[in-house]
Each structure stands twice: as C-alpha cells, then as structure tokens.
C-alpha cells in the first residue's frame, strides 16, 4: 500500500513563491504518473501538473511558465515549485500517484495555498 504525505504550502503574497513535495512510502511499481491537483474553494478539483516516470510533463494552461513539476524516482517524491503567484492560485493541493500497470490511484492529503493580494 502505498502513502503518499504532502508538506509545503501556506501563505503568501502575489507575485511569491512556494514549493510543495509529495513523498511516497511503499513500492511504486512500474510506470507511473505523479502529479498534482488542486481545489479551489467552492469549486471542482482540477489538474495542476503531471509527470510521468519517463519524465514526460503536462501542465494546465493556467499555471504553464510559473510552475514547475519535477520528480526524483530514488526517493518517489513528486515537487511543485510554484513561481509568480496569482490569488486565482488559492487552493488546497493534492499529489496524486497512478500506476500504469494496476491502475491502483494514491491520493495524498490535501495542503492550503493561500496567495493573498
């Protein structure tokens, strides 16, 4: 089974920054895709960034040029660095991690980003 534990996040200004990571504890087998979500308040939860386990990456267009997802296989952590933020970038992030071959879905605990104006 695998747990995935979030830290990072918080409060920050426009225009800030802020990391998050993701690690994962227990075995990720095979190919697989990391990544992140969000939830704005009130509103549905939505793709943030991905990032398979050849490297290959997808962003939202919202956040495309200001965030940065990036994955270190050793240690099965998936970061997020989050550049230039905007008070739309409120949310509570979530990591996510899907296994290609048993299509088991991990999700990790949620996180509050708070970007003030």
């Known amino acids: 089974q695998v747990q995935l534990v979030v830290s990072g996040g918080g409060l920050v200004q426009a225009g800030g920054s802020l990391s998050l990571s993701c690690a994962a504890s227990?075995?990720?087998?095979?190919?697989?895709?990391m990544g992140w979500y969000r939830q704005p308040p009130g509103k549905q939860r939505e793709l943030v960034a991905t990032i398979t386990s050849g490297g290959s990456t997808n962003y939202a267009d919202s956040v495309k040029g200001r965030f940065t997802i990036s994955r270190d296989n050793a240690k099965n952590t998936v970061y997020l660095r989050m550049n230039s933020l905007k008070p739309e970038d409120t949310a509570v992030y979530y990591c996510?991690?899907?296994?290609?071959?048993?299509?088991?879905?991990?999700w990790g605990q949620g996180t509050q980003v708070t970007v003030s104006s």
């Open positions: 227990g075995s990720i087998f095979g190919g697989n895709t």
């Open positions: 996510r991690v899907t296994e290609w071959g048993s299509r088991s879905d991990y």
